[in-house]
């Protein structure tokens, strides 16, 4: 067990649906970050929320949203899926960037 | 764009090999990590190396920093069926847009017993 943990693990649902997954960082992490991989592209920086607050953009469309609340647990919403949607999704949290990432195990997504 | 390129994509080899990756960049980092990625989880942290130059070994593994800080080498040495996965090398950035780690594709290592 990572610290990091999100849910749900596994998520099949139709074209132009909606979806939200969720994630709490480890305990006493402030930053959140969410990325999603797929097989030709890799491990693709999504968002980053610090303390409740959106700090950075990364390729995110904009379908997609997120947001961390008080209690520092985040979400993202996924919308109007797409087949090319259906990827691996995860959170990461961390103290400092520079020391490292913890990842969760990650959402798998299949948009049928 | 700043972009991370890992080589070789695909290696597979057999228990008791050494072997080398590496990951390559055109621009700066303030630091560099290292990821192991299995099937099904998310990547784990190995090593972060900050200082151009700098050598850090873990057990069998020993990961350096260029010079430069452009690029960086993951060396193992007898290799074992357990260090199969997928190595990923991460790069910090100095601000910028993105604020955060750039990710290569990734090594896929495979050691056969």
């Known amino acids: 067990d990572s610290g990091v943990t999100q849910t749900p693990k596994h998520l099949i649902t139709a074209t132009g649906q909606r979806v939200t997954l969720r994630c709490s960082p480890r305990s006493g992490d402030l930053s959140v970050y969410w990325y999603q991989q797929s097989l030709d592209q890799g491990l693709q920086f999504l968002i980053q929320?610090?303390?409740?607050?959106?700090?950075a953009k990364g390729n995110i469309l904009e379908r997609f949203s997120a947001q961390q609340f008080p209690d520092l647990h985040s979400e993202l919403n996924l919308s109007s899926l797409e087949l090319g949607d259906s990827a691996l999704y995860f959170c990461?949290?961390?103290?400092?960037?520079?020391?490292?990432?913890?990842f969760g195990s990650g959402t798998r997504l299949t948009v049928v | 764009t700043q972009l991370l390129e890992q080589s070789p994509q695909f290696l597979s080899i057999q228990e008791g090999e050494n072997l080398t990756v590496y990951c390559n960049s055109s621009s700066v980092f303030s630091s560099l990590q290292w990821y192991r990625q299995e099937p099904g989880e998310g990547p784990v942290l190995l090593v972060t190396?900050?200082?151009?130059?700098e050598v850090k070994k873990l057990k069998r593994l020993t990961f350096q920093f260029g010079d430069a800080r452009k690029d960086s080498s993951l060396h193992i040495t007898a290799a074992q069926p357990g260090d199969t996965g997928l190595y990923l090398c991460?790069?910090?950035?100095?601000?910028?847009?993105?604020?955060?780690?750039?990710f290569g594709k990734g090594t896929k290592l495979s050691v056969k017993p």
């Open positions: 929320y610090y303390n409740g607050e959106e700090r």
């Open positions: 991460a790069g910090v950035t100095y601000g910028g847009s993105q604020g955060n780690l750039i």
């Open positions: 990461a949290s961390s103290r400092d960037r520079a020391y490292g990432y913890t």
């Open positions: 190396v900050v200082t151009g130059g």
